[in-house]
């Protein structure tokens, strides 16, 4: 039986049955079997990890030691490709950029309305050319993680600029210029932005359209008094959407000045060991644990308050 002559409202069940292999396996066949995939199937989500090689995962990222297996060679484009396929995912043996390139714009046409998670790791990597074509392409980019050992601080603000329709949470770790400030060409959207190691080169006040930030300030964080005072003044009294500010600091030093930048804006109550209320019409809060501090609004309080009320580890 010739699967494609099916109706559609039946291939929709049917391919509601299967796995992603499967699936994937018959989108190689022809273009008429991508465009009827286009039609009645969708894929959810994908995770995307490049690192040493690509590694594509429906749904959620898993390791790479379990996207290890048996090599085949696929025709994608008229290209000869090699990779392992997975019920749930896909591991591309190709270092090359172009048949990287070429295998995600054969995923994104066939399947158009997916969402997309992406990891780019341990070594400089044709990041900006991927989220171009994804922006381009008005994909919807959920999460993007950028974790850069080599020296890459010629593109990594062009990569941010492309980041700033990402949802749910942006990472990054790479190396920035000690005296650079990023300045955003438009607010951010990510709901999250966590920036590990040099986080020198985010100002604060430019993030405020996210709901969360956490960053690690760093032994050579050259933020200062000035710096806090001015960031929690044009917070408080903005009402923008940023809820909670995570900072994880060294030293003593930083410490004191968030401190004191904090208790700058209100008369302090302390609620217990840990958290304490600058009185403030609007309520702002911090909490205070090891090496790090929680500034955050009455309302991410409350849900903090909440969630420790019905056991979830915080």
């Known amino acids: 039986m010739n699967l494609l002559r099916l109706p559609f409202v039946v291939l929709i069940e049917v391919f509601k049955n299967m796995n992603f292999e499967e699936i994937f396996l018959i989108s190689l066949l022809s273009k008429r079997a991508r465009n009827t995939l286009k039609i009645t199937c969708v894929i959810p989500h994908f995770a995307i990890n490049l690192s040493d090689g690509m590694y594509i995962h429906v749904e959620h990222y898993i390791s790479q ?14 290209k000869k490709m090699r990779f392992s396929l997975y019920p749930d995912g896909i591991s591309l043996q190709e270092k090359l950029h172009e048949k990287q390139f070429l295998l995600i714009e054969h995923l994104l046409d066939t399947f158009p309305k997916s969402t997309i998670s ?11 050319e991927f989220m171009k074509i994804f922006n381009q392409r008005g994909v919807s980019i959920k999460s993007f993680s950028y974790c850069i050992s080599g020296d890459s601080s010629e593109f990594n603000p062009k990569i941010l600029d ?5 949802t749910e949470h942006i990472f990054v770790s790479a190396n920035f210029p000690d005296n650079y400030v990023y300045t955003p060409p ?18 604060l006040e430019e993030f405020m359209s996210c709901r969360c930030i956490s960053l690690e300030l760093g032994e050579n964080s050259n933020r200062t008094a000035k710096t806090y005072n001015s960031f929690f003044t044009k917070w408080m009294d903005s009402g923008a959407p940023l809820q909670e500010v995570k900072l994880v600091f060294f030293g003593e030093p930083d410490y004191r000045m968030i401190m004191s930048a904090f ?6 109550r302390r609620i217990n060991n840990d958290w304490f209320e600058i009185n403030r019409k609007d309520g702002f809060f911090m909490g205070t644990f090891g090496n790090y501090i929680i500034v955050c609004t009455k309302q991410a309080y409350l849900e903090k308050f909440r969630e420790n009320e019905a056991g979830i580890q915080y």
Do not use: D, Q
Not at 162 to 166: D, F, I, S
Not at 186 to 203: G, I, M, Q
């Open 162 to 166: 492309e980041c700033t329709e990402v």
């Open 118 to 128: 992406i990891t780019f790791s341990y070594k400089t990597l044709p990041a900006l």
């Open 263 to 268: 208790r700058n804006h209100g008369t302090e």
């Open 65 to 78: 030691s379990r996207m290890t297996g048996k090599v085949f060679n696929y025709l994608i484009g008229a």
């Open 186 to 203: 438009r607010p951010f959207k990510a709901k999250k932005v966590c920036v590990w190691e040099n986080s020198n080169w985010l100002n």
